[in-house]
């Protein structure tokens, strides 16, 4: 199975930003799709951003005009840059393929916390 490893998560004071990284164990980025999922204690796991091999995005209406999804195909990684934090945006946050999503297969997520 392909792996995933999220860093870039962190404590930020609301209003702040952060910048997100995922990096995937194999070259996969030109042929599926991967999304930006996040999870709070008693919520369920959302996803708040998507991106196609084309390159075409989608975002969650939560998250429009704050976040933003790329990539780099040849570095294997895909980035959420995150801007406008709001306390609500405290989650676990992983990166997935649609098949490990549906198969419930994730990485470790990296925690992002946003004070009021």
């Known amino acids: 199975q392909v792996q995933f490893v999220e860093s870039g998560g962190g404590l930020v004071q609301a209003g702040g930003s952060l910048r997100l990284s995922c990096a995937a164990s194999?070259?996969?980025?030109?042929?599926?799709?991967i999304g930006w999922y996040r999870q709070a204690p008693g919520r369920q796991r959302e996803e708040v951003a998507f991106?196609?091999?084309?390159?075409?995005?989608t975002y969650a209406d939560s998250v429009k005009g704050r976040f933003t999804i790329s990539k780099d195909n040849a570095k294997n990684t895909v980035n959420l840059q995150m801007n406008s934090l709001q306390p609500e945006d405290t989650a676990v946050y992983y990166c997935?393929?649609?098949?490990?999503?549906?198969?419930?297969?994730w990485g470790q997520g990296t925690q992002v916390t946003v004070s009021s």
């Open positions: 991106i196609h091999p084309s390159g075409t995005t």
């Open positions: 194999a070259n996969i980025f030109s042929t599926q799709g």
């Open positions: 997935n393929t649609v098949a490990g999503h549906l198969r419930s297969y």
